[in-house]
């Protein structure tokens, strides 16, 4: 069973909150972060490096410095400012008119360490050693991760008393047309209920941000290590998490572009996927498949519908049954060549938030020769991954909206 608390959040006061938060770290470069952060934005603390000129490299000692210096100095200035007692919070998401509420509060390493809170990818040492690097230096969870849990509908009754009972903290629409909403819960006795009620579930899943939570829970071992009188109960053994019911997530599709067809004519590669799939002429028109095991493809100006064929996957096994392994196996690996989809440069990804035209567009332009869509991921999909011990293949889920970045950090005194 997991183990969450409430926390000390440091967070900006209300008429700052919109300026302060920003998107995540990893879903913008740093060209991008430099001409969207303003002055108050929290990219300053996690993309320091757009604060040189030339904007400078992500990675070194002055760059992680600045980071420390900056949340400081935001501290200073008042624009981030921490609670006096402990809280769990409230944070609603509205995209197209569809909204997802989820808990704020810190998640226990150990969770992590012992597979109660469960993860779908690999992490690359690199990046987690950066994200080790900033936790480590600022002594705190500047983002958070981005959590599931199978619904319980207390949890869903207690969240919506306090969004439709209570004015929310912070409610602003971002430059994206996203919608977001934060409430503080400060009642000890719900504190005490909603901790109860995650006592009772099994396990939470990891959405998006695994190197953020490998990088926290290796924090929280090194604490651990250098503190002789470690008991477990310490603030660096909990890490910062926003939790959303299973049943209000959408994943959407996370597509695939490759730069050349490995030697083959359009002719050939269209008659060597017939093999595999069911090939239907679809027009210029964008076409976005409608079901599991239907994929989309767009080649010489002209889209297609690929129906694998009965015997292309194992709807038995957790991982045989995805759409990217049956793509990965029988196109990209046996036809085009790519076989490490974390490595080849002839292969690119576009998240689905961009649009099928973004697919087309970068055929057209000749940048690449085919792309691929797909049926996206299904949370069922996901969570029966994890909960196998399998690991899905790169790239694979997308979700959307991302976490705001900068409504709540955790500090790891």
């Keep these: 069973m997991v183990r969450i608390k409430p926390f000390k959040g440091i967070r900006p006061p209300r008429q700052h909150a919109a300026e302060v938060a920003s998107r995540p770290y990893d879903v913008l470069d740093s060209a991008e972060a430099q001409r969207e952060a303003t002055e108050k934005s929290l990219l300053h603390i996690i993309k320091p490096e757009i604060d040189f000129d030339p904007i400078a490299d992500e990675h070194s000692e002055e760059v992680y410095r600045k980071a420390v210096d900056n949340f400081a100095r935001w501290r200073e200035k008042g624009w981030l400012v921490q609670d006096d007692t402990e809280k769990y919070y409230v944070y609603a998401q509205t995209m197209d008119g569809r909204t997802q509420y989820g808990l704020v509060a810190a998640c226990h390493f150990d969770d992590y360490l012992k597979g109660r809170i469960k993860k779908h990818e690999l992490t690359r040492p690199d990046k987690e050693e950066d994200r080790m690097i900033h936790v480590r230096n600022q002594n705190a969870n500047i983002e958070p991760v981005f959590l599931s849990y199978p619904a319980r509908a207390e949890m869903d009754a207690i969240v919506r008393e306090i969004a439709q009972n209570n004015e929310p903290e912070y409610d602003f629409t971002a430059a994206d047309g996203f919608g977001h909403r934060f409430w503080v819960i400060d009642d000890e006795k719900i504190q005490k209920r909603i901790t109860e009620i995650f006592e009772t579930i099994p396990a939470l899943y990891v959405a998006d941000g695994h190197h953020r939570t490998a990088a926290a829970a290796r924090v929280g071992q090194e604490k651990m290590n250098g503190n002789p009188s470690h008991t477990g109960d310490e603030e660096y053994c ?176």
Excluded: C
């Design 238 to 413: 909990f890490f910062l998490a926003v939790i959303f019911p299973d049943d209000q997530l959408k994943i959407i599709d996370y597509n695939r572009l490759v730069r050349d067809l490995n030697g083959l004519s359009p002719e050939e590669l269209l008659e060597a996927l017939d093999k595999d799939f069911v090939v239907e002429k679809k027009g210029s028109e964008p076409y976005r498949p409608a079901a599991l095991h239907d994929f989309a493809m767009y080649l010489d100006g002209r889209w297609y519908g690929l129906t694998a064929r009965p015997g292309t996957y194992d709807d038995n096994d957790p991982i045989g049954v995805l759409d990217v392994t049956i793509l990965s196996n029988r196109v990209l690996d046996k036809l085009l060549g790519i076989a490490d989809l974390r490595t080849d440069k002839r292969i690119d990804f576009v998240g689905g938030i961009r649009g099928l035209g973004e697919l087309q567009r970068r055929v057209d332009s000749g940048e690449m020769k085919v792309a691929f869509a797909l049926y996206p991921v299904s949370m069922k999909q996901l969570i029966d991954i994890a909960d196998t011990g399998h690991i899905m293949p790169p790239k694979t889920t997308w979700f959307e909206p991302k976490l705001r970045s900068g409504l709540v950090i955790h500090s790891l005194d």
